[in-house]
């Protein structure tokens, strides 16, 4: 509930948000900055011409019902939409407003959580059988590829019928890599963004059950979750961007919570931020965490990844704390890293190519 709201608040879009199940019919994408300090504070160091935050594509997919798998509401389309993305955002419901619709005509967090979980994998697992069938030739033809995906297939199978997600199945990284090709749902990270509302019945505030039996539900997944109230952040894009805190504090909600909630889907993704800064740009570059400086430098230019020297890098508050690269340099702070040095979330980096 409050998922195409959440998403107008998030990307300043016009897309549907209207009080009645399955608003949402095509997809709607934005790209949204994630927001940094560091990004400004590399900016006014060098006082840039421009800067360029890190972004997380959102995609505002239509929600789903008990049954979905089979085609209940509006059904695979939409499993296929969420199939294409990287991780899954599940908006839940956490507030109690009679005039405010639950397509289940009860507000149980925990059991939303485990309807939409469960629908992801019953798709996957009806994958998966037709994935063992396909490859059953291979197997009798004794092809040994066929057979080792066949095994990473009976595991999940087994992951399924136990009620768990494909990420909890205990796949191997061979495994892993086998069923890749399937893009399996449940094998998405998934982060919850608990809905709440102002001057509402929040249910982390009622006390009574339903919101500690959420947060365990998300602990045993494995997932993590941020506060957020859709309507009022929704609201709060109407206004000025001085005004923005007096408004939060008059209508009751102190945080950003659409900073936490990028900030969060960021992290969920396993993505990391390094930088690039000087007069003309201050930017900050996406690559995932454990990424080597080529690659990294492949997410500027793709000549740094097969035509890479070196990489000089300074964590980033050591530069503002140094006050120049000069600096920094007569410090010994600058270091030279050569193919196998793995980035750093924070470093500021300058490449060097062949």
């Known amino acids: 509930?409050?998922?195409?709201?959440?998403?107008?608040?998030?990307?300043?879009?016009?897309?549907?948000?209207?009080?009645?199940?399955?608003?949402?019919i095509d997809p709607s994408v934005g790209v949204v900055g994630v927001p940094d300090h560091r990004l400004g504070a590399l900016a006014k160091f060098s006082a840039s011409e421009k800067v360029v935050p890190a972004a997380v594509e959102?995609?505002?997919?239509?929600?789903?019902?008990?049954?979905?798998?089979?085609?209940?509401?509006?059904?695979?389309?939409?499993?296929?939409?969420?199939?294409?993305?990287?991780?899954?955002?599940?908006?839940?419901?956490?507030?109690?407003?009679?005039?405010?619709?639950?397509?289940?005509?009860?507000?149980?967090?925990?059991?939303?959580?485990?309807?939409?979980?469960l629908e992801l994998a019953l798709a996957d697992a009806e994958q998966v059988r037709k994935r063992r069938d396909k490859i059953a030739g291979d197997i009798k033809r004794g092809l040994k590829e066929a057979a080792a995906e066949d095994v990473a297939l009976a595991k999940l199978s087994q992951g399924f019928a136990a009620g768990k997600l494909a990420l909890h199945a205990g796949l191997t990284k061979e495994q892993m890599k086998l069923i890749s090709g399937l893009n399996l749902l449940t094998m998405k990270p998934i982060f919850y963004a608990l809905n709440k509302k102002s001057g509402g019945h929040n249910l982390d505030e009622l006390a009574d059950g339903r919101a500690a039996r959420a947060f365990e539900l998300i602990e045993t997944l494995g997932g993590r979750h941020v506060f957020v109230?859709?309507?009022?952040?929704?609201?709060?894009?109407?206004?000025?961007?001085?005004?923005?805190?007096?408004?939060?504090?008059?209508?009751?909600?102190?945080?950003?919570?659409?900073?936490?909630?990028?900030?969060?889907?960021?992290?969920?993704?396993?993505?990391?931020?390094?930088?690039?800064?000087?007069?003309?740009?201050?930017?900050?570059?996406?690559?995932?965490?454990?990424?080597?400086?080529?690659?990294?430098?492949?997410?500027?230019?793709?000549?740094?990844?097969?035509?890479?020297?070196?990489?000089?890098?300074?964590?980033?508050?050591?530069?503002?704390?140094?006050?120049?690269y000069a600096a920094a340099r007569e410090r010994g702070m600058v270091r030279t890293e050569g193919r196998e040095y793995v980035v750093s979330d924070g470093d500021v980096m300058i490449f060097l190519h062949g």
């Not at 959440?6 to 897309?15: E, G, I, P, Y």
């Not at 408004?247 to 396993?270: K, N, P, V």
């Open 1 to 24: 509930m409050g998922k195409s709201t959440l998403f107008n608040a998030l990307t300043k879009a016009s897309v549907p948000a209207e009080n009645y199940p399955f608003c949402t």
């Open 229 to 324: 109230d859709a309507a009022t952040e929704r609201e709060l894009n109407d206004v000025a961007d001085d005004d923005r805190e007096s408004f939060r504090q008059e209508l009751g909600t102190s945080e950003d919570g659409l900073a936490g909630l990028i900030r969060g889907a960021y992290d969920t993704l396993g993505l990391i931020s390094f930088f690039t800064t000087g007069a003309d740009e201050t930017r900050a570059w996406t690559v995932t965490s454990g990424s080597t400086a080529p690659v990294a430098g492949a997410a500027i230019h793709n000549d740094f990844l097969e035509k890479f020297i070196r990489a000089e890098v300074i964590e980033w508050r050591k530069l503002l704390e140094l006050g120049s």
């Open 58 to 117: 959102f995609v505002d997919i239509a929600g789903l019902v008990k049954g979905a798998a089979e085609g209940e509401g509006l059904g695979n389309q939409f499993l296929a939409n969420i199939r294409e993305t990287d991780a899954i955002l599940q908006v839940v419901r956490f507030f109690d407003d009679p005039n405010v619709t639950h397509v289940a005509d009860e507000v149980e967090p925990y059991k939303d959580i485990e309807i939409v979980n």
